[in-house]
């Protein structure tokens, strides 16, 4: 069966920090993957997505990247954060119209 | 284009008492719909998808959700509440078009059950 996991469950970091997030998925080849922000009493904000490695889609312009360096992991990167970063991390995969599996998100407080 | 509408943003019951969380969508096309559940700093957990096949879809935890196309609505229910439904609720659509990846979110519902 096919899992994602996503890491850390919570992160707190300085501004000006870097800032490193990782997902990979089992049990499935070549998914389209996913990463959303949910910002404190506000909706899902998709950030990045990827079809296949080295693809990366950028939704929003913003502090952030992404990549895909392997077919099942998805990094979410900063240089340096800024206090606006703040929220709530989602890892996502999709198949063929399936629907989204999402990891089990992370919790990241710039201070 | 595409769109995607949650008509409350929050929604109080009484355990055992019916729930009823309302979506609506905007699409050219037929499209896919799902229900999502999210509770407090956890991941969405998929609770049911209609995908063309019975408008009728059960899903898990006693949800059920409705596929009207004339009404373009996909509401969600459950004949009675439970306390461990309290979460938030995202009404999600992945537009049938060719080339899109991209599922369209709703603003979420969040539900309340009293006690």
């Known amino acids: 069966s096919q899992t994602i996991h996503q890491w850390p469950a919570t992160l707190v970091q300085p501004v000006g920090s870097p800032l490193s997030l990782e997902c990979t998925v089992e049990?499935?080849?070549?998914?389209?993957l996913y990463w959303y922000r949910q910002a404190a009493g506000r909706g899902l904000q998709l950030l990045f997505y990827?079809?296949?490695?080295?693809?990366i889609s950028s939704e929003v312009p913003q502090n952030l990247s992404a990549s895909r360096p392997q077919d099942r992991q998805f990094i979410l990167s900063s240089k340096k954060l800024l206090l606006s970063d703040s929220g709530f991390y989602l890892c996502?995969?999709?198949?063929?119209?399936?629907?989204?599996?999402f990891g089990s998100g992370t919790r990241l407080t710039v201070v | 284009a595409q769109s995607v509408t949650q008509l409350d943003s929050h929604v109080s019951v009484s355990e055992g008492t019916p729930v009823l969380l309302r979506c609506n969508y905007s699409?050219?096309?037929?499209?896919?719909l799902f229900w999502y559940v999210q509770h407090p700093n956890k991941g969405l957990q998929l609770l049911l998808k209609?995908?063309?096949?019975?408008?009728l879809v059960k899903g898990i935890n006693g949800f059920e959700a409705e596929f009207k196309k004339s009404e373009t609505s996909f509401h969600l229910t459950k004949p009675s509440a439970h306390m461990s439904d309290a979460a938030e609720y995202f009404c999600?659509?992945?537009?049938?078009?060719?080339?899109?990846?991209?599922?369209?979110f709703g603003t979420g519902t969040r539900l309340k059950v009293l006690a």
């Open positions: 996502a995969w999709s198949g063929q119209g399936d629907g989204y599996t």
């Open positions: 049990g499935t080849s070549n998914p389209n």
């Open positions: 990827s079809v296949g490695i080295g693809q």
């Open positions: 699409s050219s096309y037929s499209p896919s």
């Open positions: 209609y995908t063309s096949a019975a408008t």
């Open positions: 999600v659509v992945r537009p049938v078009a060719s080339g899109t990846y991209k599922y369209i």
